[in-house]
């Protein structure tokens, strides 16, 4: 079974670009969760998707913004880009079944911003 | 103060040693608790997922919570040179994605050989 997809691995911009991000989950699986993972921090909650709706939000500005696509993939974008977004973007997803919500993680992007 | 604190290392052992990370946290209303292993350029993989408190044991993985001094470990026994990874600890309230997963920031361990 494949597992959590994303793409790019890379993915270098400059201050002020927008930057957009993908990730195809498990087969099967309705939710997409994003996280950003700063050196030095922990996982940081960015956003989830489940049947291509956002559900939650984490304490993020709203230039962080996404979708989810019909086929469950979703899609990170991150305008005016900031020294600071750089960072790894790692994409989870889960059945959302209640009593099973068990994440499964992407490789991740590694986003610099110049 | 930060929900959850995880002390980030280094830990380095021996080959062989048992390894004991921890968490602490301070919302009481945490009742999932997990631990993930990131190895460098991946993803965090689901190694021992826990509710409520106890422990669960899977092979030479442990893992304990004790909600009433707000404290998880995973006991690492006869440990490897391929343990040697980022250990990050993770709780929610509840188990459906409505409830937001908190992440430690996470221990790096290094398993000499």
């Known amino acids: 079974e494949a597992g959590v997809t994303q793409s790019p691995t890379h993915l270098i911009k400059t201050r002020g670009q927008q930057a957009t991000l993908r990730c195809s989950p498990i087969s099967g699986h309705t939710s997409v969760y994003w996280y950003q993972q700063a050196l030095g921090l922990g996982l940081q909650f960015l956003l989830w998707y489940d049947e291509g709706e956002e559900r939650n939000r984490g304490n993020f500005p709203p230039r962080f913004s996404g979708r989810q696509f019909p086929n469950y993939s979703s899609e990170l974008n991150v305008n005016a880009l900031e020294l600071e977004d750089s960072a790894l973007y790692l994409c989870a997803s889960s059945l959302a079944v209640l009593g099973t919500d068990t994440q499964y993680f992407g490789p991740g992007t590694r986003l610099t911003v110049l | 103060q930060k929900e959850v604190e995880q002390d980030p290392g280094p830990l380095s052992v021996p080959e062989g040693a048992i390894v004991s990370l921890n968490c602490t946290y301070s919302?009481?209303?945490?009742?999932?608790f997990m631990w993930y292993r990131q190895y460098s350029r991946k993803g965090p993989e689901l190694l021992m997922y826990?509710?409520?408190?106890g422990n669960k044991e899977d092979g030479r993985f442990t893992a304990q919570v004790d909600k009433s001094s707000k404290y998880i470990s995973l006991f690492i026994r006869d440990s490897q040179p391929s343990d040697s990874a980022t250990y990050l600890c993770a709780m929610s309230e509840g188990n459906t994605g409505g409830f937001k997963t908190i992440f430690g920031a996470g221990t790096r361990l290094f398993v000499k050989a």
């Open positions: 919302n009481s209303a945490f009742q999932y």
């Open positions: 826990t509710y409520s408190s």
